[in-house]
T-cell receptor, first 117, second 110 residues
Framework: DVKVTQSSRYLVKRTGEKVFLECVQDMDHENMFWYRQDPGLGLRLIYFSYDVKMKEKGDIPEGYSVSREKKERFSLILESASTNQTSMYLC????????????????FGPGTRLTVL | RKEVEQDPGPFNVPEGATVAFNCTYSNSASQSFFWYRQDCRKEPKLLMSVYSSGNEDGRFTAQLNRASQYISLLIRDSKLSDSATYLCVVTGGSQGNLIFGKGTKLSVKP
């Protein structure tokens, strides 16, 4: 079974803190994604990566950065947390190459519920 | 027009009922289509892919109408365990990423 793990299920941080959310997948997937999910807004893509050291902005990258130093690990960084970044953060991975009109199932981690006070 | 639109529900149905969810998408270039299921406080998981010819998996039937840019999911003989939010998902964007609808909530009552 594909397993995607996230470093924390629940996290509470203060405004202005630097926050690291870690995601690890064990299936040698090329592609990894970070989403946030908010009531009434659904899943929104923050950043994604289709290879080690590669990253692409999603729909809402402002206030976030990412790092992919190893294939299995994709980190989301909040440089200076703000209250509007309180949300559920979901990491996902998928095999294969992006683009080209074909696409593969994304496997999600359990999510990190981040509260910024 | 939003990229993927779904009726948010909730749909409250009795056990054994047949329920249908609809979804429209705006990008005519989308080539792959899916239904994901998300249980309360859990992560989304793939329920089924949607093929042009329509496809069935047990009690679940998915249909695609490319001309109308419309996708549907039919659940027959609803079970209590079907209670969840159902997400309509299509490919789109410059990299062919998945675009998620906001989901339709289903509650199956005894």
């Amino acid at each position: 079974d594909v397993k995607v793990t996230q470093s924390s299920r629940y996290l509470v941080k203060r405004t202005g803190e630097k926050v690291f959310l870690e995601c690890v997948q064990d299936m040698d997937h090329e592609n990894m994604f970070w989403y946030r999910q908010d009531p009434g807004l659904g899943l929104r893509l923050i950043y994604f990566s289709y290879d080690v050291k590669m990253k692409e902005k999603g729909d809402i990258p402002e206030g976030y950065s990412v790092s992919r130093e190893k294939k299995e690990r994709f980190s989301l960084i909040l440089e200076s947390a703000s209250t509007n970044q309180t949300s559920m953060y979901l990491c996902a991975s998928s095999p294969g190459t992006l683009g080209g009109g074909t696409y593969n199932e994304q496997f999600f981690g359990p999510g990190t519920r981040l509260t910024v006070l | 027009r939003k990229e993927v639109e779904q009726d948010p529900g909730p749909f409250n149905v009795p056990e054994g009922a047949t329920v249908a969810f609809n979804c429209t998408y705006s990008n005519s270039a989308s080539q792959s289509f899916f239904w994901y299921r998300q249980d309360c406080r859990k992560e989304p998981k793939l329920l089924m892919s949607v093929y042009s010819s329509g496809n069935e998996d047990g009690r679940f039937t998915a249909q695609l109408n490319r001309a109308s840019q419309y996708i549907s999911l039919l659940i027959r003989d609803s079970k209590l365990s079907d209670s969840a939010t159902y997400l309509c998902v299509v490919t789109g964007g410059s990299q062919g990423n998945l675009i998620f609808g906001k989901g339709t909530k289903l509650s199956v009552k005894p």
